[in-house]
């Protein structure tokens, strides 16, 4: 399972949050360039329609290939109460050769997606991933290097983090308490559900650039 928040921030304002991250996580970033192909299964293969995440590493000195399912979000009347989406997901490692296998079992791919950014991962009583990214469209099929932004000055940030049926209120607290000292240059809820920029973004990111990170939360 996975805990997972999402929220957008303008362009001209990733630099002071990249200072507030380096803060509160006390890591180095690690560089994020990841082309993301979804593709669905044809009707053949069953009577419920299935989906893969096939991610692409291009930060590497070699690409590396990772098969990714997602499941549909917990239900429930305590899973409405959460700020939080709790989801299953399963990944694993592949090979290159990842994709031409899924096409050999009739998926088909639905669309591609280049994100480019920065990543923390940290652990603040659970693991927790922060990703700040450029969300691009290919405007021919896998031209990674002619992607263009979906929505271009926004980024999009993302903040996961594992789980268990055992654990997940636990990480979810984690996840909601960390998401707070963001608040002022973003409001992270869950996927699907947008709020828009915040609206004290550019005092929170003037004060953040003029104090250099400075501050510890």
Request: aromatic share 8%; net charge negative; proline share 5%.
């Given at each position: 399972?996975?805990?997972?928040?999402?929220?957008?921030?303008?362009?001209?304002?990733?630099?002071?949050?990249?200072?507030?991250l380096q803060g509160l996580c006390g890591v180095q970033k690690e560089r994020l360039r990841i082309h993301e192909l979804c593709l669905k299964s044809s009707p053949n293969l069953g009577a419920v329609p299935s989906e893969v995440q096939i991610l692409c590493?291009?930060?590497?000195?070699?690409?590396?290939?990772?098969?990714?399912?997602?499941g549909g979000s917990m239900r429930g009347t305590g899973a409405?109460?959460?700020?939080?989406?709790?989801?299953?997901?399963?990944?694993?490692?592949?090979?290159?050769?990842?994709?031409?296998?899924?096409?050999?079992?009739?998926?088909?791919?639905?669309?591609?997606?280049?994100?480019?950014?920065?990543?923390?991962?940290?652990?603040?009583?659970?693991?927790?991933?922060?990703?700040?990214?450029?969300?691009?469209?290919?405007l021919k099929l896998h031209?990674?290097?002619?992607?263009?932004?979906?929505?271009?000055?926004?980024?999009?940030?993302?903040?996961?983090a594992p789980a268990t049926s055992e654990n997940y209120t636990e990480v979810v607290a984690a996840v909601t308490s960390f998401c707070e000292h963001l608040a002022p240059l973003l409001h992270l809820s869950k996927p699907g559900i947008s709020t828009g920029v915040v609206p004290t973004a550019a005092a929170a990111a003037a004060s953040l650039m003029s104090d250099g990170g400075g501050t510890t939360l």
């Open positions: 399972m996975e805990c997972v928040v999402q929220g957008i921030i303008e362009t001209q304002h990733v630099e002071a949050l990249e200072i507030l590493d291009l930060a590497q000195p070699e690409p590396s290939w990772t098969v990714r399912h997602v409405e109460q959460i700020s939080v989406l709790v989801r299953p997901m399963v990944e694993s490692k592949a090979s290159k050769n990842v994709l031409r296998f899924f096409y050999a079992l009739g998926y088909k791919l639905d669309h591609e997606l280049l994100r480019v950014g920065f990543a923390f991962h940290f652990q603040r009583g659970v693991q927790i991933t922060v990703t700040v990214s450029s969300v691009n469209k290919m031209a990674t290097d002619e992607a263009v932004p979906v929505t271009p000055g926004m980024q999009l940030v993302e903040v996961t």
